[in-house]
Each structure stands twice: as C-alpha cells, then as structure tokens.
C-alpha cells in the first residue's frame, strides 16, 4: 500500500501569512497512463470533506487561487498564500493512483 | 444541484449487519464511479470501497473484504454498501462520495453514521 506521510500535523498560521502542508508517498504516484494521482482534501470543523486539488496542481471549481498544489513523484505539497479565517480546519493529502486508495493522517490548521 | 444523501445509519450489535444506502441527484450517475469513505470518531478518513460506473468492478480496503459489498442501481441513481459480520472498530461517519481523477468534479454527502457496540 502507498503510505502517505504528512508533516506537520498542526499547523498554528497567521491571518494573511502563507502556509505549507507537505506529504510525502511511500511509493512513485505517477500512473501506468503518465498522471499523478494526488490530491488534496480539505476538512472545515464540523462540515464533510471537500476536495481542493487534483492530479497535484489542478484546483477543484470554486477553490480559491490562494490554494495551489506542487511536486512530483513521491513529495508533495500544498501551499496559502495569505491564510484567511475560513482555512482553519483538517487539511488530508490522498492518493488514487493505487488501491488502496490511501489518506494522510491529517494536518490541523488553527489560527 | 449536484446531492449525495446517505441513509442508514444506526447502532448495531457486533457481529450485525447494515445497509447504507446513498441517493445521487444532479448529476449524470450512471456515468461516474462512485466511492465510500468512513471516518471513525476523532480519526482522519479512510477509503473504504469503489464501484465502476457500470457495476462490474469493485474494489476494497483490505480490511472491510469480505464483509461488506458495495452495489449500485443506476436505475434509482442510488449507490449502496451492505455491512455483515460489523465489528466495533467498523464505527464511523461513513461518506458517499463521487470523485474523478482527471476532471474537476468531486462531491460528498453528508454521511451516516454507523455505531457498533453491544
């Protein structure tokens, strides 16, 4: 199975200063058909989850600009540029390049 | 609008069986897979099971294989995931969710939330 490791797993941020989630796979995530299957997940308390990005650097509809996603292989990260108070809130990475489908344990960004 | 909305939650005794069933609106169901994911109390998600658009693949999380099934009746849009031989460590909120990989369209439902406990 493809871990996926996520550093840190909680994140305290500023208002209006960046942030950084990174994960890292135990396994390449680039697919026989040439994609990486990574994702991001965002989690708001109390709400279900959502996805932010696909195959690495695609933004989902309505996502924000200030989310982006980068990396490649086994090392990825997710990126705020000005962290806004409707941020706060479990952040996963997940992979679907490989079943099982796997999830980060999560990174908690609070204010 | 695109919904997902789960029904079938309940508390059941360990070794008991669930079905949880999830009704798709807004979308084109039959063309897309469809997926449950379960988070345990104060845990992080877990992928649980994916159905093909058509029904003829399936796959599992090694540890839900062979007791739950997961189905779907594109007929009624509805996507299901029958639970037998439910241990304690089965409780979650259990979500229905249609993603795609190479597209931007993902959704979730609300889910239910399954107890197993004596």
């Known amino acids: 199975d493809a871990v996926m490791t996520q550093s840190p797993l909680s994140l305290p941020v500023t208002l209006g200063q960046p942030a950084s989630i990174s994960c890292r796979s135990s396994q390449s995530l680039v697919s026989s058909d040439g994609n990486t299957y990574l994702n991001w997940i965002q989690q708001r308390p109390g709400q279900s989850p959502r996805r932010l990005i696909y195959t690495v650097s695609n933004r989902d509809s309505g996502v924000p600009d200030r989310f982006s996603g980068s990396g490649s292989g086994t090392d990825f990260t997710l990126k705020i540029s000005r962290v806004e108070a409707e941020d706060v809130g479990v952040y996963y990475c997940?992979?679907?390049?490989?079943?099982?489908?796997?999830f980060g344990q999560g990174t908690n960004v609070e204010i | 609008e695109v919904q997902l909305v789960e029904s079938g939650g309940d508390l059941v005794q360990p070794g008991g069986s669930l079905r949880l069933s999830c009704t798709a609106s807004g979308f084109s169901f039959s063309t897309y897979w469809m997926t449950w994911v379960r988070q345990a109390p104060e845990k992080g998600l877990e992928w649980v099971a994916t159905i093909k658009n058509d029904g003829t693949d399936k796959y599992y999380v090694d540890s839900v294989r062979g007791r739950f099934t997961v189905s779907r009746d594109n007929a009624k849009s509805s996507l299901y995931l029958q639970m037998n031989s439910l241990r304690a460590e089965d409780t979650a909120l259990y979500y229905c969710l249609c993603t795609t990989r190479r597209s931007s369209f993902d959704r979730w439902g609300q889910g239910a939330l399954v107890t197993v406990s004596p």
């Open positions: 997940m992979q679907n390049t490989h079943w099982p489908w796997t």
